[in-house]
């Protein structure tokens, strides 16, 4: 079983370490930069991007995490966790920065504020095509999107243009809310809240990938 770390200094860390165990992977609490090292892979939870990307700092897992991605470590980011995946974001604080990595740009709160919050069904490529077929049950919170993706990114998944299962209407019709670029992989929901393991398997199935290079 691949050990997968799981960013632990805000956010519903359990919630993401349940999934990971539920994907097959053994599933860790990193809060420093020696947990860091001991990871085949990462998952930055959701929480508040501003708060984590400070944490990050003060714990100085910042730069140790940037150089760790620039070498290959596989990671998942989830709405907070994306944002900070980014290499640029829309509507961050003055101060705020990420470690980068996906060449996109992600604007923060883009769905509105919390009481925008919305559960919705979701076609996920990766996901819904794969063994366990069928759309991903998603719950987006105060939740980012993806404004603009370079060539390298692989859209996952979008807000479909006609309203479905829940999704919003007007300006979210065609963003973006999943996607990958090499071992990093993004999602604007939380899928680890609604009981589907499904994305974390994929992101398991990637660290797997990863070890045999
Ligand atoms: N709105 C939060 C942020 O900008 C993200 C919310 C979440 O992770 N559920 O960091």
């Known amino acids: 079983r691949p050990v997968v770390g799981v960013l632990a200094l805000q956010g519903d860390v359990r ?13 860790v609490g990193v809060r420093r930069v020696s947990e860091l090292e001991a990871v085949e892979g ?8 501003t708060t984590i990307d400070k944490l990050l700092r003060l714990f100085e897992l910042a730069e140790p995490l940037h150089r760790l991605i620039g ?3 596989p990671v998942f ?4 966790g994306m ?7 829309e509507g961050g604080t003055a101060d705020q920065r990420t470690l980068g990595g996906m060449d996109v740009t992600v604007r923060r709160n883009a769905f509105g504020r919390q009481v925008d919050s919305f559960e ?3 076609d996920m490529s990766g996901v819904s095509d794969g063994p366990e077929p069928g ?3 998603t719950a987006f919170i105060r939740a980012p999107w993806i404004e603009r993706a370079g060539p390298q ?3 996952l998944a979008r807000i479909p243009a006609v309203s479905a299962h829940g999704t919003p209407t007007g300006a979210a019709a065609g963003k973006i809310v999943a996607a990958r670029q090499g071992r990093l992989l993004a999602t604007a929901f939380h899928p680890e809240i609604t009981g589907d393991a499904r994305v974390h398997g994929l992101f398991v199935r990637l660290v797997q990938a990863s070890r045999r290079g």
């Open 15 to 27: 919630e993401h370490a349940a999934a990971l165990e539920r994907a097959g992977a053994r599933a």
């Open 42 to 49: 990462l998952v930055l939870p959701g929480g508040e991007s």
């Open 71 to 73: 070498q290959g470590l």
């Open 77 to 80: 980011g989830s709405c907070a």
């Open 83 to 89: 944002i900070l995946l980014a290499d640029r974001i």
């Open 120 to 122: 919705a069904d979701l």
């Open 135 to 137: 759309p991903v049950r």
């Open 153 to 155: 990114v692989e859209v």
